[in-house]
Nanobody, 123 residues
């Protein structure tokens, strides 16, 4: 059974940093485009950052540009989301998701999802 498992969430002060990890089993991540999404209570899920399967090209949503950076380590079958200068409004459950072919910003195009990891930004 394919599994994506997120980790690295937690409590961080505004302006702080966290690195989230998305590890896969029964799925070779370098064949898939990966997206990081987040959902806050009462809000719709939104995409944060994406990385392609082929050339490693990336796309970041405007909300995180310059602060949230996606990367992948194919040897470890893991994708990361480095988050810097975090803001209180970025408190959310963060999910990674995988899809074949290219990057897509629409979450309903993704085939596999992790269970999410909670990120809380508060002083």
């Amino acid at each position: 059974q394919v599994q994506l498992v997120e980790s690295g969430g937690g409590l961080v002060q505004p302006g702080g940093s966290l690195r989230l990890s998305c590890a896969a089993s029964k799925l070779t991540l370098d064949y898939y485009a990966i997206g990081w999404f987040r959902q806050s209570p009462g809000k719709e899920r939104e995409g944060v950052s994406y990385i392609s399967s082929r050339d490693g090209s990336k796309y970041d949503a405007d909300s995180g540009k310059g602060r949230l950076t996606i990367s992948r380590d194919n040897a470890k079958n893991t994708v990361y989301l480095q988050m810097n200068r975090l803001r209180a409004e970025e408190t959310a459950v963060y999910y990674c998701a995988a899809k074949r072919s290219g990057i897509a910003t629409m979450d309903d195009l993704y085939d596999y999802w992790g269970q999410g990891t909670q990120v809380t930004v508060a002083s």
